[in-house]
């Protein structure tokens, strides 16, 4: 594997860090290296401090590692912050005529590159351009050739009009000539460029992407981070393929705002993280009873309560299992990386309309605001296929009539599936309700009825457990002892964490599970296993207790929340651990 | 649509089970004529209803329908509306479902002005939950939870509707059968959110606000200079506590539905079996 190289751009809120950030992930992008990033926010001390990291390899990178070669300090703080990270080769990038700046200490062996932000910045049209000018230094530093930044600046500025892009290459090009001038040293980095294509993306927007493509015509949401990006992606987008986007008044509002479209007809979805889902709760038996197909996305947060908003975690699992009163039969579907995300999001709404019922779609923070380079072919628009189940129109609504003549959108099947008519078909009129109904949607206490509509709504979630694919993702090595389970997110530190474990001549088979529910029967491998580790972001194991649950077999567990998400190499230490302990005891 | 349709047709085969003399038949009735003398057909109508012996309406009338969540009915009739604005949608629901636990809604519904009518079945009680308070009951009503009266002036939800940016505000009575239907009809036809309060009686647990209190106290705007057109008339009937009143006290004759504001006039339950065209455009904005 090619060596990875590590940067990142830290200050304080209001330091235009993300966006610096992101000019400098989208041109080593369009350099065809592959890019994973992530964002830093207040871990010690007190808030204000955020940084925008960038990993990139020319081989795949999937994870975060602590390790930082390149930094732009434009605090003292953002290198306090990053201590643990820095390393003897490491270089810092700042401005030693900032106020803030001019008594900082650089540590130990590393080198301090000190350049004139602001002053280079206002020579080439305006101080706004500092962060600007510390990219070109970065290109420097790293070897990195200044064009493939030129081209992240026009995309970044294009529609300000060229004057603003000239200035902004003449200010990355001020700070490469004052670190090629100024400081005559070799540095130990050197950023080749490919020609490979690629796409930079983040969980809530392949998510956004996913329903656009899947047929999604209609968005209602109630701004919430992590999962305000899905609607701010889609906001623009989806009314050029004849969708709209509502912001509602609360979470309340927004399902069932999505609700009614769903009834009238739409592929209708709503995101949200924790609090929202808290009140989305409430509809979640009427999506069942009425048998409405929609897609519900949870972007997890730091719980419970607010929390810790901006950080990572896992901790939802038991909710949308589990969440609202009576019982709710629903699917619960876990993307694993973030173009899976692309993906999940057109089998969510399949099978909502297949089996006419809540999906949940659910990602993480770290996910969400994670971007990560795919090649293009990864989100295959012609490999899209949308099935919207059973539903009749005037010609075929005959066959599905009550002795009285009224249309059964609740008919009694053997697979639990009934005929959905859209408004305005004719003879189709019928309600759907909270209530407990017969097949025609009227309400009933009929004992009989009762049973056989509780039955029925179960026997989709058999029917699809039967007929649909619901296989883990498995990688390393088949025969190994050690078997790591996870879901969600976790994957990609997973993928590197196995690599290294390999390198030590440590065995792992791992199975990454995007389905909690129906979710696959994992028996025969826990019982293959010598070693089963369940790797999950929260503090109870939530998935380690169905596991378990499901096989009848003790676990051990590998938990973090913290709030922040794992590393490979955390990882990998934290499996050896707990092997070592499951040894000893 | 067939232009045959009879008001008749909106009727479901389910008995009402509202108490004898329950307002809400009247109501309910004054709602089909009004929806058959527009025009619509069962088929091409959708009725959201909230939760409460009002909500029982959806049970009660046959078209495509809702019954959902108490207090969350204008939203579930946004959705419907937003993505089929070929179909006509009607919300109704109890004053404690639209004023109470779905307050919120109200003020946002009439601000989104979406082109739908609201039917509230104001009764001044909690009916289905055997006669509490509700928003609008009066200061000095003694309910079971309010022995001595709320001691809370009620809602006024003209005057929130007005101060939210209504767009169209009238207030009808269930027993006043021509008139009540003339009103909804009103509310049907207008370009934007139609909000209507009915004085529908509730002849179990509210021996105050009875048919023969709205009898006696009803003046109705159409016999008056009142302008409907004009918001200052509308502010002064709106704040008078006097007197009842019935008819179409504002109504925006400018009135920019929703859907014409933002463009949605597509029917959103139309959609290729494969992604939409273009789709890959949006793969190539990620590069
Ligand atoms: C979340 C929730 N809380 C409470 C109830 C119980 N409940 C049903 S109807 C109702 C109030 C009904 O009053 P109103 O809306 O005025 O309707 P009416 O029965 O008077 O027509 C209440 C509190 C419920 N169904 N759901
Ligand atoms: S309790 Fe009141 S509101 Fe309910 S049906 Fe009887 S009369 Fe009507
Ligand atoms: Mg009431």
Redesign the pocket.
Known sequence: MAADFNWAVGGEAGDGIDSTGKIFAQALSRAGRHVFTSKDFASRIRGGYTAYKVRTSVDKVQSVVDRLDVLIALTPRTIEENLDELHEGSVIIYDGERTTMQDVEIPGEMTGIDVPLKRLAEEAGGAIMRNVVALGAACEVAEFPIENLDSALEKRFADKGQKLVDNNKEAARAGRSYVGEEYDHEFDYDLETTDEDYVLLNGDEAIGMGAIAAGCRFYAGYPITPATDVMTYLTGRIERYGGHVVQAEDELSAINMALGAARGGARSMTATSGPGIDLMTETFGLIATSETPLVICNVMRSGPSTGMPTKQEQGDLNQMLYGGHGEVPRFVLAPTTIDECFWKTVEAFNLAEKYQLPVYLTADLSMAVTEQTFSPDTFDMDAVEVDRGFVVDEADIDGHMSDSGGFQPHEITDDGVSPRAFPGTADGAHMSTGLEHDEQGRRTEDTEMRVAQVDKRNQKVETAREREDWSPREFGDADADTLVITWGSNEGALAEAVEMLDDEGLDVRVLSVPYVFPRPDLTDDVEAAENVVVVECNEQGQFADLVEHDVLARVDRVNKYNGVRFKADELAAEIKATLAEGAEA | MSSDIRFTDFKSDKQPTWCPGCGDFGTMNGMMKALAETGNDPDNTFVVAGI???GKIGTYMHSYALHGVHGRALPVGTGVKMARPDIEVMVAG???DGYSIGAGHFVHAVRRNVDMTYVV???????LTKGQA?PTSREDFETSTTPDGPKQPPVNPHALALASGATFIAQSFSSDALRHQEIIQKAVEHDGFGFVNVYSP?VTFNDVDTYDYFRDSLVDLKETDHDPTDRGDAKDVILDSEKEHQGVIYQNEESVPYHEQHGVDEDMSVIPDGAPEGATDLVREFY
């Open positions: 409460g012996c009002s109890g004053d404690g079945m104001d009764n001044r009680i909690y009916g509700s509730c």
